[in-house]
Structures are given as structure tokens and as C-alpha cells.
């Protein structure tokens, strides 16, 4: 059903940052105008994800350009729940960010760079065009850039030089891709390219062209070997950009590639097994890399590798259960994530620093806040019945249903490595007698933060805690619409057939 209203979410996010542009001079009219603006398109995306459950894939061709020659923008149910999900990250680090970051950096822009972040995940979930991906990737790539250098500090600038090196050779990468995809089938049209690549004679050059595409997604979403610029960047900024960080960007790759293998390049035997061998090596080298960490930023970074392992041995795997478990396990993991990040800065607030060596004795001062923390935690373990158990039972059930047995034996390997981490994270922040620490005269403690500002960062702990709750006790309806997706993907007809018409 062709629908203009499906950019809204895109569109929505680019008239804030004008807004907050208007209001560079006040620091409070910028808070309350991404906060409210926040909540509205949570709102306006939520009614997005019903609207195509209700009524099947939403469509939008720009300028009246029927596909494949013009831009299309399709809200499918994949397209609409990552959308949904990128609204309410945003508005949890949105109000974190009210009570988190520096007056300083909110006056080089902050909140208006944040929203085009925000704007360019929109618009790469909803784009129906792989060269409309690219540029929408190219702003989430500039965008970062910023966050992570607005401040100045040399652990920053060190940061973002490894991180936007990376990210650009993808892009070069991915743009290739693209000029040979286009050499092929003179298409770009995401539908389109779905029945011409099909129908292409020479696989060796699909596979060599579906591999690019696999590396410029790979090092994106960091993928083994290719992932060393993320624990070296994410652990840099502010935990309010750490935690969009650590929740989103790295998801934007595996979204490209669900659909990408999916609707263009279905993997063959010789695909599905390079995908399987990155899966189990990501796992393990994400894992073994947060076990020898001490900074919690840093292990929660490597811990974003391990399980980015589990959701490609979904694609791998390439059944509809095994690509479901994905789909579940990235809806949880897009919200712990963020969420623990946030956990993260609140736990500096109260210390004045991310060293385990030097943390101890927070469930004995703060026993509250302490038991809040868990929830994401233990969310992120897969303790059953939390949200990380359900995505990780439906991979491993799709991997026994293929025979795959070495996938199943990384999974639970590196779900007993999370379990060690977070164990023995628990075990030295939360239960051990902590050292006194001086003060530093540089940090602004949590006590002496006005309280809107405490409120402001417990309160968006405490939100994604609450969504986190809901996925785990509410697996079925999670569960349910993960199975209707992965079918969708599986089976791509509908999608074509809303993009090209009969």
C-alpha cells in the first residue's frame, strides 16, 4: 500500500535537530525540545509497527517515480519494529543525556547532531534502495564522527580516528559492491534486485559480489577479524553516546545483512559456511576479549562482538526458526545494551571510575539501584525467563533442526562466557568490600547533580529495564512476531510484490 507517511519517522528527527539548531543558545530549551520530541516519535513509530501489522508492507515512491527508477522507502514488519526500537533508545538516551552530559558539549551541539544520528538509523531501516542505504549509512558514519569527537579529550580523537578509518574503508567497500551489483543487473531497487540477481548465470561473480557485501557489512557490525576498532572507540565518549553507540550502530549492519541475504544473495552451501565460520569466530574472540578486561566499558564492547556472533550464526544457519532467534535476539539486544551503557555511566557517577579493580561494596551503598542494575545484567546472561534466554533458544532449536551441531556448541560456549563475565562483574562492583577512593576535582558526582538531572538518569535505567521485563515475560508476542518476520524474510514475495506491484 503506497503510503507517504511511512518517512515520517525520517523526517520527524530532521525537524528536530533544525529546531535544537534554533535553540543553540539555551542548554534547557534543547533538553526539552529532544526529550518531547522524543516521546512524539516514539509515538509516531509505535503507530508505524501497527499500522503495517494491520494492514501489511507500507510503500513510498519518492517523487511518484514508480520502483525500480525512483527511490523507495518500504515500512515491511522488520523495517517498522528496528524503527520502533531505534524510538525508544533514543528517547531513553535522550533523557539520560538531560541528567549526563556536560553543558560544555551540549554548546557544540550535542542534542542536534544526536537526532540526525538518530534520523540516519530511520531512514537505513526503511529504505528500499541499496544506494539510498548507503548514503543513509554515510550520515549515521558522519554523525558518530562527532558525538565521539565533541569534547576533545585524546582518548576521543584516538577513538574516532580508528573508528571512522574503519567504518569508511566499509563504505568504500560497500560502494563497490554496489557499482558491480549495478554492472550486473542495472538495478539498485532492493525488490528489483531480488528477481534480476536470480536470474544472473555467472554464481562465481554473485558470490564474489555477495562476499563484499558481506565484508562492508561485516566491519560495520564488527565481525571477526575486522572488529578492533570497537572496544577501542566505544569506551571513549560520554555513556549517553557510548550507549546509542553500543545499542544501534553495530545493529545497522546486521539488519543490512538479514536483508541483504535474504532478499538478493540467498546463501549456498559455500555462503552459509563462511557466515557460520565468521559466527563461531566472533563469538569466541568477543568472549575470551571481555574476559581479560578490566574497565566495564570496555568488557560490555567486547561483549557486543561475542553476541553480534550469535545473531550472524542465525543467518548462517538459514532457517526460518534460526533467523526468528536473530531477529529475537537483536530486538533484546538493541535494548540491554543501550541500557547497559547507561548502567555503566551511573556506576562512574556514584565512583568516579570504570576500573573493577577499584570498584566494590555498590549493593551494600546503594542496594536499590544495585538490583535495578541486575535486570540488564542477568537480562544479558539469558537467565530464563529474561529476554536474552527466548533469541538464544530459538537459535540453538534452529541449529538442531539443520544438524548444526558445532553452532550450537559456540552459542552455549559463548553464553557461559557472558555468564563468567557478568558473574565476575557482579562479584567486584556489586558484592566485594571496595577501596575508598579520593574524589577527583574533575567529575561531577551523582550527589551533586541537582535531582531532575539524578531522576533524569535513574529514570532512563529504569525505562529500558521495564521494556526489557516485557520482552522476557512477554516472549510470546515477541516471539510470535520474530517467527512472522523470519517467514517474511525467508519467503520475500509479499515485499517484491508491495514494491513492484503484480
Not at 17 to 35: D, G
Not at 48 to 76: C, H, R
Not at 111 to 117: A, D, E, G, Q
Not at 158 to 169: D, F, H, Q, S
Request: glycine share 8%; aromatic share 12%.
Amino acid at each position: 500500500m503506497n503510503n507517504p507517511y511511512i518517512v515520517l519517522p525520517v523526517i520527524f528527527q530532521l525537524l528536530i535537530a533544525i529546531l535544537l539548531m534554533f535553540s543553540w543558545s539555551s542548554k534547557n530549551i534543547q533538553k526539552l525540545i529532544s526529550v518531547t520530541g522524543s516521546i512524539i516519535a516514539l509515538i509516531i513509530s509505535l503507530l508505524l509497527l501497527i499500522k503495517v501489522d494491520n494492514e501489511g508492507i507500507q510503500i513510498m515512491q519518492a517523487g511518484g517515480w514508480a520502483a525500480p527508477f525512483g527511490i523507495t522507502f518500504v515500512a515491511d514488519s522488520f523495517s517498522a519494529l528496528l524503527v520502533l526500537l531505534t524510538a525508544i533508545a533514543g528517547l531513553a538516551v535522550s533523557v539520560y543525556s538531560v541528567g549526563s552530559v556536560r553543558n560544555a558539549r551540549i554548546k557544540f551541539g550535542y542534542f542536534p547532531i544526536f537526532h540526525l544520528l538518530i534520523m540516519g538509523l530511520s531512514g537505513a531501516f526503511l529504505t528500499g534502495d541499496l544506494f539510498n542505504l548507503y548514503v543513509w549509512f554515510e550520515i549515521i558514519i558522519i554523525s558518530s564522527f562527532v558525538l565521539l569527537t565533541i569534547g576533545g579529550e585524546k582518548a576521543q580523537i584516538e577513538g574516532a580516528i580508528k573508528y571512522v578509518t574503519m567504518n569508511l574503508l566499509a563504505s568504500v567497500i560497500f560502494l563497490t559492491a554496489i557499482a558491480i551489483l549495478y554492472g550486473l543487473t542495472g538495478s539498485l531497487n532492493m525488490a528489483d534486485l531480488s528477481l534480476r540477481v536470480a536470474e544472473i548465470e555467472n554464481r562465481g561473480l554473485v558470490n564474489v559480489t555477495a562476499i563484499l557485501f558481506l565484508v562492508g557489512f561485516g566491519i560495520k557490525s564488527a565481525v571477526f577479524p575486522l572488529y578492533f576498532w570497537l572496544p577501542a572507540s566505544y569506551h571513549t565518549p560520554p555513556p549517553a553516546i557510548s550507549a546509542i553507540f553500543g545499542g544501534l550502530l553495530t545493529k545497522v549492519g546486521v539488519y543490512a545483512m538479514l536483508r541483504v541475504f535474504t532478499l538478493i544473495f540467498v546463501p549456498d552451501t559455500f555462503l552459509s559456511t563462511v557466515i557460520m565460520v565468521l559466527a563461531i569466530f566472533t563469538i569466541l574472540s568477543g568472549g575470551i576479549g571481555a574476559l581479560i578486561q578490566n574497565n566495564i566499558r570496555k568488557i560490555f564492547s567486547y561483549l557486543i562482538i561475542c553476541h553480534i556472533g550469535f545473531m550472524l550464526a542465525g543467518l548462517g544457519v538459514y532457517s526460518s526458526l534460526a533467523i526468528a532467534g536473530t531477529i529475537f535476539y537483536l530486538v533484546h539486544d538493541i535494548i540491554v545494551k543501550t541500557n547497559l551503557f547507561m548502567v555503566s555511566g551511573l556506576i562512574f557517577k556514584f565512583k568516579g571510575t570504570y576500573s573493577m579493580r577499584l570498584l566494590g561494596g555498590f549493593y551494600k551503598e546503594h542496594p536499590k539501584l544495585s538490583l535495578l542494575m541486575a535486570v540488564p545484567l542477568f537480562s544479558l546472561v539469558g537467565i530464563p525467563p529474561l529476554s536474552g534466554f527466548w533469541g538464544k533458544l530459538l537459535l540453538i532449536q534452529g541449529a538442531l533442526d539443520q544438524s548444526n551441531i558445532l553452532v550450537v556448541a559456540f552459542i552455549i560456549l559463548g553464553s557461559f562466557l557472558t555468564l563468567f563475565v557478568i558473574a565476575r562483574m557482579w562479584s567486584e562492583v556489586f558484592w566485594k568490600d571496595g577501596p575508598e577512593l579520593p574524589e577527583k576535582k574533575h567529575i561531577k558526582y551523582f550527589n551533586a547533580l541537582k535531582p531532575l538531572k539524578r531522576r533524569a538518569m535513574i529514570g532512563s535505567v529504569f525505562f529500558l529495564s521495564i521494556i526489557s521485563l516485557g520482552i522476557g515475560f512477554g516472549a510470546e508476542w515477541v516471539m510470535r512476531l520474530s517467527i512472522k518476520i523470519a517467514e517474511n524474510l525467508m519467503d520475500p514475495t509479499l515485499y517484491i510484490h508491495a514494491v513492484l506491484g503484480n
